[in-house]
């Protein structure tokens, strides 16, 4: 079985990818991107079956060509905004007889058209379409401008930390670990056409995650300090993994804390 993953050299794709490369070695693994993150995928750059393919969903002969080249028969799309080429993976998949085509949402932000395409696209011909939307996601090689690794680099070299709205927000958040588990289970065990949320029920004020952090760390909770700004408007949906859990077993495996100090240990391992 070959596997393409668009996007893949993100944070959340780098992850997926380790993962599948991991628990399929049999299979064969594509990282569609158009650019390289070098240390997102330092971990399996090596690894027999695993290839990394420079490109632009967006340019509809590149994907077809690629397509008849790979022959996948599972596309898991991490780049939700760009319309037009969520339609040319779409029309690669139906025309090459794709097994699986998998959407990749974020749940904390408006429906992405992406999404809303492959839905409609399924809807229309019964492809096997699934869509996915997760909560806040963290562990190690997160985005740096994220609230928990700012706060870990942060606390790391003694700076102060900030803090909007008093440290009143209120987030989901989820290690990257359980995320990538839900994928492999949605794109082999989901109902064509469903859209499942992903998260960990656990809901945590800002505040409450920089104090775990600091706690861990040893650090003085003197390190934050708080404005009243309530920063850009935010819409916080309530997600539902009850779909997730009925259909397939999954439970998150990590908590918080648990997955904070995995993320702190990773983090403990690079300069600052």
């Not at 080249?69 to 760009?82: A, D, L, M, R, S």
């Not at 379409?129 to 680099?153: F, H, K, Q």
């Not at 700004?229 to 648990?258: C, F, N, Q």
């Amino acid at each position: 079985m070959k596997v393409i993953i668009t996007g893949g050299s993100g944070f959340a794709g780098s992850h997926l990818i380790q993962y599948m490369v991991g628990k399929y070695p049999g299979n064969d693994t594509v990282n569609l991107d158009i650019s390289a993150n070098a240390d997102n995928l330092k971990p399996f750059e090596d690894i027999p079956g695993y290839r990394f393919v420079k490109g632009d969903i967006g340019d509809k002969d590149f994907v077809l060509n690629l397509f008849a080249e790979e022959k996948p028969g599972i596309v898991i799309n991490f780049v939700p905004y760009n319309e037009a080429g969520v339609k040319n993976l779409l029309d690669a998949c139906r025309l090459f007889g794709i097994r699986h085509y998998h959407q990749v949402s974020e749940g904390e932000a408006p429906a992405q058209a992406g999404s809303t395409l492959a839905a409609s696209i399924q809807a229309a011909d019964g492809f096997p379409v699934t869509v996915s939307r997760c909560c806040n996601l963290y562990g190690p090689c997160s985005r740096e401008d994220s609230l928990i690794p700012m706060a870990i680099a942060k606390a790391l070299s003694g700076e102060r930390i900030y803090l909007e709205n008093m440290g009143e927000n209120v987030r989901d958040w989820l290690y990257v670990a359980d995320y990538c588990r839900a994928i492999d289970l949605i794109v082999n065990e989901g109902k064509d056409g469903g859209t499942y949320d992903i998260c960990s029920n656990s809901l945590q004020k800002d505040s409450h995650v920089v104090r775990t952090i600091l706690k861990i760390l040893g650090r003085p909770e003197t390190l934050i300090y708080y404005g009243n700004d309530r920063g850009k408007d935010r819409e916080w949906p309530v997600a539902d993994t009850a779909k997730i859990t009925e259909e397939m077993g999954w439970v998150p495996s990590y908590d918080l804390d648990t997955g904070l100090r995995k993320t702190i240990r990773w983090h403990m391992t690079q300069q600052y």
